[in-house]
């Protein structure tokens, strides 16, 4: 085998080795991730609040040991409040940083923007000188009639030979190879310059003895003039990708400011559920202790049976409405723990106390101004100006492939000697070539090239249009958001005096009953109105706080850091 490693073979065979040996998938990987990340980390600065450390990676564990436990039993919750006992306590805090690292719609997200990210490493690597290599190797055999010589008759001298076919085949042997490297860039004039080394070694290894070794360097030149030609239309795909993935930046950015809100609006409706059927428990406890002392009225003849008995319905009701509370609460905690990207059957409470620490807090900020802060902060907004941009410059895209195909071509080489021998033959810069020329390409069938230009055309108007509505969407969003708000607040004053008057008919229905003069019908008005009033108090609450986050979210100017927490707004304002 040594006989065949020639000089000439050395290049291909380096080559092949290359191409077997190849590159580990984990150094594809990490390539891939330092730049669809270095993409990223450059165009984050464009976006406000993008969130600052970016990764796919899912390498934050969370463990439910880690949390605070609960040690006490809640009364309300009856036989299932030992299966709480020892659970793990999940403040809204906790929740927002669990769902942002392990949330499954959140990481869908990342994954999205960062395939956007590959998207434009792609198209900035068009750019970018390209090199590729190859080579064949072949081992051939064939058989040809042997060629004897004999004296020719028309020769006196019988000295001269002549060529004469036998009927034997002989059987020849032989080796070739051939090695090519090239490479490639693309110009920012549509220009594609490209160069390329080839070499070529042929050997019988019956036979003839010959080796021939041959190599050539060639490079060319291919310029559009006319259709394709320039910088806007070259650049095209490339711009068009850079602007993608600042849409998919800001695109993700809003999909954090939603989710916060989302995590919090279903953290706060667990607690509003939880309340209800504390509520409920609460309503089923004064409904028994009414009825019990009605039963004691009535079997010394100071109440009616029938008074007894509307006392005694009530209390079924609230029973059957404490079962039906706690069967929501434990519904809407199983849904929130599966939007947090929890097991169901993870063993967990939330904390109390972010119920009884919220407040109203109503920004002070008017309609029209609320709706120039959201035309100048919403990232969609942005989007759809930018997008409409977009649509524009591709109708000048497309009028170009419209045009005639000219293309200066040129292309210059030098070549070896094709020669025996054992030495690797260089390229002899005497033995050059080149040619110039262009090729024509006339607009004769243009029928693909004209749709695509009406369609610009439409699409262009079709994105003037959503342009626009957007603007009106926004104003609409921010109006209901205000009046959501500002109707919640009042929601909230109206039951806040709602549960005090409440609170007075009990205790009056109460004293009245002690003395026997109480109406069936007015206790169970009176205990009914206190605890729907103390419901709904809960829920103007939460409502007013959700309101108030969907408020600043239609703005654009809620704050997520990269937990997940928000920063209230201090003066929307000034943003």
């Known amino acids: 085998m040594k006989r065949f490693l020639q000089p000439g073979l050395w290049p291909l065979l380096l080559a092949v080795c290359f191409v077997l040996t190849g590159c580990s998938t984990q150094h594809y990987r990490k390539s891939a991730d330092k730049e669809a990340y270095g993409a990223i980390a450059q165009k984050s600065p464009l976006v406000k609040n993008m969130e600052e450390h970016f990764t796919i990676e899912q390498t934050n564990q969370f463990f439910l040991e880690g949390l605070p436990a609960t040690t006490n039993v809640e009364e309300f919750l009856g036989r299932d409040g030992e299966l709480e006992r020892g659970a793990r306590v999940i403040s809204l805090e906790k929740a927002l940083d669990i769902a942002v690292t392990h949330s499954r719609i959140y990481q869908s997200q990342k994954e999205q923007l960062f395939l956007a990210a590959l998207g434009l490493t792609l198209a900035r690597h068009q750019f970018a000188p390209i090199f590729s290599a190859g080579g064949t ?206 097991s169901t059957d993870a063993n967990i409470v939330l904390d109390d106390r972010d119920l009884e620490q919220l407040k109203i807090v109503h920004p002070d900020i008017s309609v029209e101004e609320s709706t120039k802060v959201a035309l100048a902060t919403r990232l969609d907004y942005q989007n759809l100006r930018e997008q409409f941009e977009d649509a524009g410059r591709k109708i000048g895209i497309a009028a170009n492939a419209l045009k005639a195909q000219v293309d200066l071509v040129a292309s210059a080489g030098i070549d070896s000697p094709q020669e025996s021998s054992t030495r690797f033959p260089v390229p002899d810069i005497n033995r050059y070539n080149w040619s110039a020329g262009l090729n024509l390409n006339l607009p004769l069938e243009r029928k693909a090239e004209r749709n695509a230009y009406r369609a610009s055309l439409i699409t262009y108007e079709a994105a003037r249009r959503t342009f626009e509505q957007q603007a009106d969407q926004i104003k609409l969003d921010v109006r209901n958001g205000w009046r959501a708000l500002d109707q919640a607040k009042r929601n909230y004053e109206i039951n806040e005096i709602g549960v005090k008057l409440a609170e007075r008919r009990v205790e009056e229905q109460n ?49 997520i850091k990269d937990n997940g927490q928000w920063e209230e707004v201090a003066d929307a304002k000034s943003n």
């Open 511 to 559: 004293l009245l009953a002690e003395l026997g003069r109480a109406r069936a019908q007015d206790q169970v008005d009176a205990q009914n109105a206190l605890n729907d009033s103390k419901n709904q108090l809960t829920q103007a609450l939460v409502s007013h706080t959700i309101a108030r986050l969907q408020f600043w979210n239609n703005l654009g100017i809620l704050y």
């Open 137 to 342: 190797a072949s081992y051939n055999v064939n058989t040809a009639p042997v060629v004897d010589t004999v004296p020719d008759p028309t020769d006196p001298t019988g000295q001269r030979q002549i060529p004469v076919i036998s009927d034997n085949l002989a059987e020849s042997r032989s080796f070739s190879a051939s090695g090519q490297s090239l490479g490639s860039i693309l110009l920012s004039t549509g220009a594609r310059l490209s160069a390329s080394f080839t070499s070529d070694f042929f050997r019988y290894l019956s036979g003839d003895p010959g080796t021939r070794v041959s190599s050539r360097v060639l490079g060319t030149l291919i310029q559009p003039l006319w259709r394709g030609a320039g910088y806007r239309v070259t650049m095209e795909n490339l711009t068009q990708s850079e602007r993608n993935l600042l849409y998919a930046l800001r695109n993700f950015t809003l999909f954090r400011k939603r989710f916060s809100v989302d995590v919090a609006t279903a953290y706060y409706r667990v607690l509003q559920s939880r309340d209800v059927a504390r509520n409920s428990y609460i309503n089923l406890q004064s409904s028994r202790r009414n009825a019990d002392r009605t039963r004691a009225l009535a079997r010394e003849g100071r109440v009616t049976q029938a008074d007894l008995g509307r006392l005694e319905q009530q209390e079924l009701l609230a029973e059957s409405q404490w079962i039906a509370g706690l069967n929501n609460y434990k519904q809407d905690l199983d849904s929130f723990k599966i939007q947090l990207g929890l």
